[in-house]
C-alpha cells in the first residue's frame, strides 16, 4: 500500500459522513421545494405527507418570487450583513491597532474587548432592547430624559436663556418601530462581533515585520502612512477571513430580529422561512433554497473583491 492510499483510506469516512451531513438537509429542502407540503390543510389532506403525487414544479418559487415580503427580506439582509461587516472590521481595525502597544492593564482590556463575543444572541438581543436602548428605562430614555433636563435649567438663565429656548426637547428612539429595527440588530450584533474582529487582528498584528515599520519611522513617515502601507498590507488576509466569516453567520441572524422586533418590517430570509415553515414547508423549502443561491452570490462577489489578497 502506498504512502498516499492510508491516509485517503483514514479520511474516506470522515469525508463521507461530511458529504451525507450537507447534502441530505440539501437534497430533501430542494425535493420539498418542487411538492405541495402544508402541515394543516383541511381541503386537501393529501399535502400534509411529502409526496410525488403533490408534484407542484416551480409553483413554490413563484409564490416566494410574488410574495412582497420575499424582497423586504433580501433587501434586508443584505443591508443588515454589509452595514455589520463594515462597522465590525473599521472598529476591529481601530481598535486592534490601538490596543497593540504596551500600557497598565493592557491584558485585563483585552479580556474585556474580547468578552462580549461569548454573550448568546439571545441574551446580547435581550439586553440591548431592554436595558440599553428602550426609550423609557434604557440608558438611551435616561440619558435623553437627562439631556432634556439640562437644556430646561439652561432656558432660565438670564442671558443666555432666550438662545437655550430656540432648542427643541429631544424624543428618545423606538428601535422597535419598522423604521428603526434594523439598526438595533445592527447595533447589537456589531457590539457582539467586533471582538472576534479585534482577535483575530490583533493576532497578525503580533506577526508584523518591526524592522520594516523601524526603517519607515528613519524614513520619516508619520502613523498614518505606516498604517496605510505596512500594517494593512499585512492585514490583507486576516480582514478577508473576518469578512467570509461573519458574512456566513449574519445571513442567518433570527434570534436577534425576533427578540427587537418579531419581524415587524425588519425580517431576513431565514425570519421569513421560519413564518413559512409553520404551516407552508413547500414554500419554506423554497425560500430556503433562494437563501442559498443569494449566499452563493455574496461569497463569489467577497471572493472577488478580495481574491487578490487571498492570493498574495
Not at 445592527?186 to 503580533?206: G, H, K, Y
Not at 488576509?237 to 418590517?265: C, D, K, T, W
Request: proline letters at 5%; a neutral charge.
Amino acid at each position: 500500500m502506498s504512502n498516499r492510499t492510508m491516509p485517503r483510506l483514514l479520511q474516506t469516512p470522515a469525508v463521507l459522513l461530511l458529504l451525507v451531513w450537507m447534502l441530505v438537509p440539501l437534497g430533501m429542502t430542494l425535493f420539498f421545494s418542487f411538492i405541495r407540503y402544508v402541515l394543516n390543510s383541511l381541503r386537501r389532506p393529501e399535502w400534509t405527507t411529502p409526496s410525488l403525487e403533490n408534484w407542484r414544479g416551480f409553483g413554490n418559487y413563484q409564490f416566494v418570487w410574488n410574495n412582497d415580503g420575499f424582497w423586504l427580506a433580501i433587501y434586508n439582509s443584505v443591508f443588515i450583513v454589509c452595514s455589520i461587516i463594515i462597522l465590525t472590521v473599521t472598529l476591529g481595525l481601530a481598535i486592534a491597532v490601538l490596543i497593540n502597544r504596551s500600557f497598565p492593564g493592557r491584558g485585563i482590556v483585552r479580556v474585556l474587548l474580547i468578552s462580549p463575543f461569548f454573550v448568546m444572541p439571545a441574551v446580547n438581543a435581550v439586553l440591548w432592547i431592554n436595558m440599553i436602548l428602550d426609550p423609557v428605562l434604557g440608558l438611551q430614555g435616561l440619558a435623553v430624559a437627562g439631556i432634556n433636563e439640562i437644556l430646561a435649567g439652561l432656558r432660565d438663565l438670564p442671558f443666555l436663556g432666550a438662545f437655550f429656548s430656540l432648542w427643541p426637547d429631544l424624543a428618545p428612539i423606538s428601535f422597535r418601530a419598522t423604521q428603526t429595527s434594523a439598526y438595533a440588530v445592527i447595533l447589537m450584533v456589531t457590539w457582539q462581533w467586533t471582538p472576534f474582529a479585534i482577535l483575530i487582528f490583533m493576532t497578525s498584528l503580533q506577526s508584523e515585520d518591526q524592522q520594516q515599520k523601524e526603517a519607515a519611522i528613519l524614513d520619516g513617515a508619520n502613523a498614518w502612512s505606516q498604517f496605510r502601507n505596512l500594517t494593512l498590507p499585512h492585514l490583507g488576509r486576516p480582514i478577508a477571513i473576518v469578512v467570509m466569516i461573519q458574512a456566513i453567520f449574519h445571513l442567518s441572524l433570527y434570534a436577534e430580529i425576533e427578540i427587537v422586533s418579531r419581524g415587524n418590517g425588519n425580517k431576513n430570509l431565514p425570519y421569513l422561512i421560519g413564518e413559512f415553515a409553520t404551516n407552508n414547508i413547500g414554500a419554506a423549502s423554497a425560500t430556503g433554497i433562494f437563501a442559498v443561491i443569494l449566499a452563493n452570490i455574496v461569497a463569489i462577489f467577497l471572493l472577488r473583491m478580495i481574491g487578490k489578497t487571498l492570493m498574495d
